[in-house]
Every structure is written in C-alpha cells, then in structure tokens.
T-cell receptor, first 111, second 114 residues
Framework: AQSVTQPDIHITVSEGASLELRCNYS??????LFWYVQSPGQGLQLLLK??????LVQGIKGFEAEFKRSQSSFNLRKPSVHWSDAAEYFC?????????FGAGTTVTVRA | NAGVTQTPKFQVLKTGQSMTLQCAQD?????MSWYRQDPGMGLRLIHY???????DQGEVPNGYNVSRSTTEDFPLRLLSAAPSQTSVYFC?????????????FGAGSRLTVL
C-alpha cells in the first residue's frame, strides 16, 4: 500500500521569501504524485502533478515540485511567497483507484 | 457551474442518529469517492466507486455505507452516528479510474456528533 509523509506540520514564512514543503512517499512502483492546496473553509485544488518524464514540474500560482526517485521525495517550492499562499498543502500519491494523502502542512505568511 | 455538489454544508447529530451526506456531480465522471479530513491526519479514503453499481471500501469504511445507483450521485450514509465520526467530509470525482486523473473536490460537509 502507498503512503505519504509530510514532515512539517506548520511552516511560517515571510512574504517575499522562498518556500519549500517536504513530501516523502512510499510505493513499490512508479508513483503518480500530486500537490493540492486547501484555503480555509474550501475544498482542495490541484497545484501540480507528476506522472513521468521531466522530474521538475511546474504548477499554478508559481509553484513547482521536483521528483527525486532516489530519495522518494516530491518537494514543493515557490521562489517568492505572497500573502494569498497562506493555506494548507497536501501531498498525495495515486495508485489503484486510490489517492493517499499526507497529513498536510499549514503555511502561515507574515507581512 | 459544473462540479461536485455536497449537501448539507453543516450538520449536528446526536449519538445514534442516522443521516445521509449527499454528493452529486454533473461532469459524467466515472469515479467518485468520499474522504474524511481530521486535524493532523490529512484526508482518509472512506469508500469509492468506479461506476454505477460498483463500490468498494477505502482505509476507514467502518460505520459508513455507500451506494451508486446513478453515475451522478454517491451518497454517504451514517447508520448510527458516533462522536468519532465528527469530521469534515469531502466528496471527490474524476473522469475515469486511472489514478492519473485529477480529482475534483466538493466544498465539504462539516459534521458534528454530540
């Protein structure tokens, strides 16, 4: 069975600073990997996804993620954070009809 | 607007009561699923369906029933609510059962069981 670990429960970052959210997965075959974002009181929205090919993937809102097979990681990055990026971020791995989510990382942006 | 519609948005139940959370999608999606979201635990899959008449269990199915009589609807039933079922519930759907398909989520239903 697949699983996802997001080591950081909460991250605080200053507006304009860079952001990196960590994600480690466990899955026996080639994983399908996703990052979703959830704004307060809202459902989840897809930021980006990785299936195969180029290991650096670009998403919406200026986010990118890098797949590293050797480290079983799929970390999310943004060079310069905006106040509107304050949200909860979920990494997920998809396999056999099921999407397994990590526990999430809450991002707080300070002025 | 096309999407996933969940009702109700908020519900308070007493222990032992039953209720149904409704989920409807108008995108002709084949795959539908229910997740619950709890603090520090992310989203956990309760049940899913790969088409009308076909359902299966996810990670945390106990205490919940589902059925899929039409492509559009996928209700989640709590037969005898327990405080442990206090959570936010999300319905999600995708075009097919291919795990690469992106899920479209509803806005969520917040359930409190007293």
């Amino acid at each position: 069975a697949q699983s996802v670990t997001q080591p950081d429960i909460h991250i605080t970052v200053s507006e304009g600073a860079s952001l990196e959210l960590r994600c480690n997965y466990s899955y026996g075959a080639t994983p399908y990997l996703f990052w979703y974002v959830q704004s307060p009181g809202q459902g989840l929205q897809l930021l980006l996804k990785y299936f195969s090919g180029d290991t650096l993937v670009q998403g919406i809102k200026g986010f990118e993620a890098e797949f590293k097979r050797s480290q079983s990681s799929f970390n999310l990055r943004k060079p310069s954070v905006h106040w509107s990026d304050a949200a909860e971020y979920f990494c997920a791995v998809g396999a056999r009809y099921k999407l397994s989510f990590g526990a999430g990382t809450t991002v707080t942006v300070r002025a | 607007n096309a999407g996933v519609t969940q009702t109700p948005k908020f519900q308070v139940l007493k222990t032992g009561q039953s209720m149904t959370l409704q989920c409807a999608q108008d995108m002709n999606h084949e795959y539908m699923s229910w997740y619950r979201q709890d603090p520090g635990m992310g989203l956990r899959l309760i049940h899913y369906s790969v088409g009308a008449g076909i359902t299966d269990q996810g990670e945390v199915p106990n205490g919940y029933n589902v059925s899929r009589s039409t492509t559009e609807d996928f209700p989640l039933r709590l037969l005898s609510a327990a405080p442990s079922q206090t959570s936010v519930y999300f319905c999600a759907s995708s075009y097919s059962t291919d795990s690469r398909n992106v899920l479209t989520f509803g806005a969520g239903s917040r359930l409190t069981v007293l």
